[in-house]
């Protein structure tokens, strides 16, 4: 496919479980992205990759979240100990992030966490 | 204060009105604005950029930039039902690597 693409698209935990979500870049965009998006709300960063690295990852709530891309391409964010107030969308956009310019990101449809 | 402030709406128009969606920010160092359009359970999709302020127009959409005022403005004119949707400006300081939000405008426009 061409676009960005995230599943589960819905997942269902009960709290203190542990959710992984996964990313599907557009292939050869560097720049991976999640975004937290709660209900009447607009998107919130939590973390940028460049990459195989972490460029970026204060938008992270605290260290129960955690993301990785080993390989520079898919993206995985982990929810440790989920609590009801994880419940969110989470959404991811790739870029092909070219320094000194606006930075066009495409985002994916999303991955809605529901922590019971 | 969030940086990027936006009225929630509802907007409700009837269908051919010109559409003014309004969004005010804090920060000086952002240089590049965006407007999403996002559908429900959908995820957002980049309508138009600007960079510093000014005028940029697409078809019915024009995106405008006031950084004296710090103020960022979409119209669309001729508006049609298939432009209900929630409507994210955002904002992005030079060279920097995440974009900020605001809330999202929810229009819905009337056959």
């Known amino acids: 496919g061409a676009g960005v693409s995230q599943t589960p698209s819905n997942k269902v935990t009960e709290k203190g479980k542990y959710v992984e979500l996964r990313c599907d870049p557009i292939?050869?965009?560097?720049?991976l992205y999640w975004y937290r998006q709660s209900l009447g709300q607009g998107p919130e960063f939590l973390i940028y990759f460049q990459g195989t690295g972490a460029a970026d990852d204060s938008g992270l709530p605290n260290d129960r979240f955690f993301a990785v891309r080993p390989e520079g391409s898919v993206s995985t964010l982990k929810i440790q100990r989920t609590e009801r107030g994880d419940s969110a969308v989470y959404l991811c956009?790739?870029?092909?992030?070219?320094?000194?310019?606006?930075?066009?990101?495409?985002f994916g449809p999303g991955t809605r966490l529901t922590v019971l | 204060q969030k940086e990027v402030e936006q009225d929630p709406g509802p907007l409700s128009v009837p269908e051919g009105a010109i559409v003014s969606l309004n969004c005010t920010y804090s920060n000086s160092a952002f240089q590049y604005f965006m407007w999403y359009r996002q559908y429900s359970r959908k995820g957002p999709e980049l309508l138009m950029y600007?960079?510093?302020?000014g005028n940029k127009e697409d078809g019915r959409f024009t995106a405008q930039v006031d950084k004296s005022s710090k103020y960022i403005s979409l119209f669309i004119r001729d508006s049609q039902p298939s432009d209900s949707a929630t409507y994210l400006c955002?904002?992005?300081?030079?060279?920097?690597?995440?974009?900020?939000f605001g809330s999202g405008t929810k229009l819905n426009v009337k056959p």
């Open positions: 600007t960079y510093s302020s």
């Open positions: 956009a790739s870029s092909l992030r070219t320094s000194g310019s606006p930075d066009t990101q495409y």
């Open positions: 292939s050869g965009h560097t720049a």
């Open positions: 955002a904002a992005e300081p030079y060279n920097f690597n995440k974009f900020y």
